[in-house]
């Protein structure tokens, strides 16, 4: 999902602004191993402090202490994490963009901390995640946008608007997602004393936080579909309906779930939302 974000937001999304783009295919390869390494490297490290938890919620899905032993995933995180990083900060310099090497950093660290401390901090974790999930929108806009890439303000506006709708909509379906299992798995995270958004406040009153964000996502998908049909970008605007659409299913049913096989059917719905809404941007080559 990280890859096909990233390429559909270079090739499709941002090509689609700008005819000369500052970062090349090869920058563009070097960028993408980065944020693969550092997300590879988060989720090992995750796994990692994660054992106990992950034995109770997801048994067939732990392969650390089992397929791979624990020494050698702490070697595969550091290995990979550090990569990232290099590959980060290279592209940074070679590009005249010391400053975002600090993304690159501070995300590897963030995510070590998420892992061992901020997880267990109500709402904390579940901010952290759908932040970073934003991140590689805004690092390729970033990286890829400059004053001699746009031809008019316009181009740079309306370019700007489209990042801020897709890391909007990646950070509120993640943040969704991120509370859907934090209540499918409530049962092994009470067990080491996690704690999350169900665990303190219980089930329905999470629930009904995420059914609220839900529906925040709604008029917000609303207000976009609008939009593209008053600008005559017809595909657009459909595809966002048909988001909206499914959403609205997921509200129903959000509304009735009570059971781990309900939540983890909403976890998948929404994962589904958020794979429609990042392939809606290749509709862009056609605007």
């Known amino acids: ?51 106990e938890a992950d034995t109770i919620n997801k048994p067939l899905k732990v392969f650390i202490s089992k397929s791979i032993s624990k020494k050698n995933a702490w070697v595969i995180y550091l290995l990979s994490s550090t990569l990232g990083v290099i590959l980060g900060i290279y592209l940074s310099v070679i590009k005249n963009s010391d400053f975002l090497s600090f993304y690159f950093i501070g995300t590897t660290l963030l995510l070590f901390l998420y892992s061992v401390l901020l997880k267990k901090q109500v ?41 801020f709708y897709y ?19 409530i049962n092994g995270d009470y067990i080491v ?53 499914i959403l609205v299913h997921f509200i129903f049913k959000s509304w009735n779930a009570s059971t781990k096989k309900q939540f983890h059917y909403l976890s998948n719905l929404m994962k589904l939302i958020m794979f429609i809404g990042i392939l809606s941007m290749t509709l862009f080559k056609f605007k």
């Open 167 to 185: 890391m909007f909509f990646a950070f509120l379906t993640t943040m969704i997602r991120e509370i859907i299992k934090d209540i499918e798995d």
């Open 1 to 51: 999902m990280v890859l096909l974000t990233m390429i559909l937001t270079k090739y499709a999304l941002i090509n689609s602004f700008i005819s000369n783009p500052s970062l090349t295919s090869i920058d563009f390869i070097i960028l993408s191993l980065s944020i693969l390494f550092i997300t590879a490297g988060g989720y090992i490290i995750n796994d990692l402090y994660d054992i």
């Open 193 to 245: 004393k996690l704690k999350t958004l169900p665990i303190l406040i219980g089930k329905t009153r999470a629930r009904n936080i995420s059914i609220f964000l839900s529906v925040v996502l709604l008029l917000f998908l609303f207000l976009v579909s609008s939009n593209y049909f008053i600008s005559k970008k017809y595909f657009l605007g459909t595809i966002m309906l048909m988001i909206s659409i």
């Open 123 to 163: 709402f904390i974790g579940n901010l952290c995640i759908s932040l970073l999930v934003t991140l590689p929108i805004y690092l390729l806009y970033k990286f890829d946008s400059n004053s001699k890439t746009f031809s008019n303000i316009l181009q740079y506006f309306f370019l700007s608007i489209a990042v």
